[in-house]
């Protein structure tokens, strides 16, 4: 693996437990990371973020091989697993913590997300709410949080454990 070929994308899908999960769970995914993104205060911890007054989302950090997955293609597994028409809610997590977004650092990767979200956006009604917005900040969540769900196999997750699966078998053609 090439180190031109990593690239970043910063998701908020709910609660980050089961997101970086499921993200963890794909071919081309060489890291993760849960944290908060795009707040106003310096260094949150997790018990402040709770709150919800300090403006972040629980965000998952995916590093990728771009030689093996595509944005367009974590871009759509990321739509299966949310539900885009729900503000500041994804399953029985409520605040705007919990908020969805698609927080990009290279303004390249932009047509890829505007391209997934005009192809999701064709399948509902009402308008989404997902964020799509660059990163201004990233702070990573305390260690208990990073990879929680392998650390605690029984534990709390809005996922069905069937995306999992999902995730693991999905492949990208690079098409």
Not at 34 to 43: C, L
Not at 158 to 171: M, Y
Request: negative net charge; aromatic residues 14%; glycine residues 6%.
């Amino acid at each position: 693996m090439e180190q031109q070929n990593l690239k970043d994308i910063y998701l908020a899908g709910g609660c980050f437990w089961g997101t970086e999960h499921f993200f963890k769970q794909i071919e081309g995914v060489v890291e993760t990371e849960v944290g908060f993104a795009n707040g106003n205060t310096a260094n949150p911890t997790y018990k402040e973020v709770y709150t919800d007054q300090t403006g972040f989302a629980e965000t998952v950090h995916v590093r990728f091989d771009a030689s093996v997955v595509s944005l367009e293609f974590l871009l759509r597994m990321f739509f299966h697993a949310i539900d885009p028409t729900s503000l500041n809610k994804q399953g029985h997590d409520e605040g705007t913590r919990y908020r969805t977004g698609i927080y990009y650092t290279d303004p390249a990767d932009l047509p890829a997300i505007e391209k997934v979200y005009a192809e999701e956006q064709a399948k509902y009604e009402q308008p989404l709410v997902v964020e799509k917005q660059p990163l201004h900040n990233f702070y990573t969540a305390e260690e208990y949080h990073q990879d929680y769900l392998d650390k605690n196999p029984t534990g709390y997750c809005h996922l069905p454990l069937s995306l999992f699966e999902f995730a693991r078998k999905a492949k990208d053609t690079l098409s």
